[in-house]
């Protein structure tokens, strides 16, 4: 127990320095997160730098030899590239084709892997229903379509403060529970790093962290529940799975392009809800987050109290999406009629343009 301490100390002390250092000397070499009047409403310009020290704390616990949550090098190489992809996007700005064709890349090596190491395994499991026979042709769609998709969806909810991070611990240490290994190490230094980013940010995730946080965990998940069942996986990842089929309804119900930026997601209306109070959001979406995933879990309660927050989870997206397509619309259409009710007038009832007589 105190060797445990003592690892999440030196856990969070290097998490601490290192954000600090990647705070005072990278972030002004243009990795910084500029508000705007669109969709970045925080107040000042913050780094973009606490998914590198992640980065750098997942490089050096991998030089360590001691095999963090049993990763093989092709996870690592996955995890290195989408990190790396992120920190570009971080700095340059990168279009969401590069992004998706390099997350697909990384989705083909990580599913050659665990075809070849899982595969068998695979074969004996059903997922939704349907028995997943030892066939690639059945198997290697899904399995790329989970690598593929789960970082994108897993970037998306890095929108508040505190959002991200704190769902990246509830899947540390759900994943961890079920396949039975702990990182003291990482889980220090992921606490500084959440500490720096909520309630007020010195720091944001990025994209470097987000895709990296994303990639590793759609690895451990398929570690944990691939063999055994595979439909937990959507009970564990509900939230960013119910925010992503969310956002695409949306942007299809509108006719824009799915990489089209807007606040369509489920922490922007609940932001708008609070009054622009992320100290309230956060913890009400990462509960929301966190009810699905005792599914997974022993503890007393957890079949109803997951199906509970999924079905929470369900509705509140079905409000979401109410509001920013129907809702929307009607209250457009309300406005254009308000604008042109003094054109649609009658001279007889206008008097010096004004509406006395309505």
């Not at 508000?35 to 780094?47: F, G, I, L, N």
């Not at 064709?101 to 074969?123: F, P």
């Not at 409000?319 to 259409?333: I, L």
Request: hydrophobic share 55%; charged share 15%.
């Amino acid at each position: 127990m105190q060797a445990t301490w003592i690892q999440v100390v030196i856990g969070s002390a290097w998490g601490l320095l290192l954000s600090l250092a990647l705070i005072r000397w990278v972030a002004p070499l243009g990795w910084m997160d500029r508000p705007d009047k669109h969709r970045k409403h925080h107040a000042r310009p913050t780094p973009r730098t606490g998914g590198m020290a992640l980065w750098v704390g997942l490089i050096a616990l991998q030089l360590s030899g001691r095999g963090f949550l049993g990763l093989n090098l092709p996870d690592w190489i996955g995890i290195h590239v989408m990190a790396f992809i992120g920190i570009l996007d971080d700095r340059f700005n990168l279009r969401a084709r590069y992004k998706a064709m390099a997350g697909l890349a990384v989705s083909i090596l990580l599913t050659a892997h665990i075809l070849h190491s899982m595969g068998q395994s695979l074969g004996h499991v059903t997922f939704l229903g349907l028995s997943l026979a030892a066939n690639t042709v059945l198997v290697a769609p899904l399995v790329m379509l989970w690598f593929w998709a789960i970082p994108q969806a897993y970037n998306l909810i890095d929108g508040i403060n505190g959002l991200s991070l704190g769902y990246a611990a509830l899947l540390l240490g759900v994943l961890g529970m079920n396949l039975g290994v702990h990182s003291p190490v990482a889980w220090g230094g992921l606490v500084v790093v959440l500490l720096l980013n909520f309630p007020k940010a010195q720091h944001f995730l990025g994209d470097c962290g987000a895709l990296m946080l994303g990639t590793l965990f759609a690895i451990l998940g398929l570690q944990a529940f691939g063999a055994r069942d595979p439909n937990l996986l959507l009970w564990v990842f509900a939230y960013p799975i119910i925010d992503v089929t969310l956002v695409v309804s949306i942007r299809r119900w509108k006719g824009q392009g799915l990489s089209v930026a807007d606040r369509s997601h489920l922490h922007h209306w609940m932001m708008e809800h609070v009054h622009g109070r992320a100290w309230v959001a956060t913890p009400i979406l990462i509960g929301l987050g966190a009810l699905p995933m005792l599914q997974s879990t022993p503890f007393p309660g957890h079949r109803l109290l997951s199906i509970a927050g999924l079905l929470t989870l369900l509705v509140l997206a079905s409000k979401v999406f109410w509001d920013r397509t129907v809702k929307q619309t009607r209250r457009r259409a309300q406005a254009v009629v308000r604008r042109e009710i003094p054109f649609m007038l009658p001279d007889s009832l206008r008097e010096s343009g004004s509406h006395l007589k309505l």
